[in-house]
């Protein structure tokens, strides 16, 4: 692909794929261009079925081009600005989002952009559609196994607490720390469970 020079023959090996030699930072920078101009040219509509996957077992679209914030959304350049996917498609199908409307998903799949799964709602039918579906958790008042982080269920807690055993011993086997297990048996954490 690349002419063979003294400086590509001393460049390490790529540690993640044995056999072949990582990339020099030009020959990066010359790939990222490549797929920049995949769609240099194209309109908006056309790049979005570019970067579409259909999933064919859930129907959902899926948007594997670049995603925004935190990756949950798919984005794409589009009026000078990086746009929600979703909100793009549902404007190529449906027409124009009124002001204060949101572009909500049926499906509960962020990266999907197929207009079936895609409705307009408020904030409120936003929220009230998670709580029905039971994907909205407060979690300021979320107590025990229904904050996600949880590691551990009720009967683990009152396992931990019949443990006669000093905190340290029983932090290895649960793969905690000491003091997590102290608070435990103080009832500083988990004061819900009897």
């Given amino acids: 692909m690349y002419p063979q020079s003294k400086r ?16 020099t930072f030009t020959e990066t920078m010359k790939n ?3 797929r ?6 194209f309109t908006i509509y056309e790049r979005l079925d570019f970067y579409t996957y259909p999933e ?18 798919g984005g794409l350049q589009a009026d000078g600005r990086l746009q929600r996917s979703h909100r793009l498609q549902w404007e190529r199908f449906n027409g124009p989002i009124p002001k204060g409307l949101l572009v909500c998903h049926h499906c509960d799949t962020p ?15 936003n929220r009230k559609d998670s709580i029905k579906k039971g994907r909205f958790h407060t979690y300021s008042n979320a107590k025990g196994k229904a904050r996600y982080w949880s590691k551990f269920t009720a009967d ?8 006669g055993r000093i905190g340290k011993v029983i932090a290895l086997e649960y793969g905690m720390s000491k003091s997590a297990i102290n ?12």
Avoid at 8 to 23: E, I, M, N, Y
Avoid at 36 to 41: E, K, S
Avoid at 111 to 125: I, K, M
Avoid at 156 to 163: F, W
């Fill in 156 to 163: 683990k807690i009152r396992t931990i607490r019949n443990d």
């Fill in 32 to 34: 990222k261009t490549k």
């Fill in 183 to 194: 608070r435990i048996k103080a009832r500083t954490t988990w004061p819900h469970i009897i």
């Fill in 111 to 125: 990266l999907c952009v197929n207009p079936d799964h895609l409705f307009l709602g408020t904030y409120a039918d």
């Fill in 8 to 23: 590509h023959r001393l460049t390490p090996r790529c540690p993640f794929s044995p056999g072949k030699r990582a990339q």
């Fill in 36 to 41: 920049r101009r995949i769609t240099t040219g």
């Fill in 56 to 73: 064919p077992m859930s129907g959902c679209w899926l948007w594997t081009g670049s995603t925004t914030g935190a990756g949950k959304y």
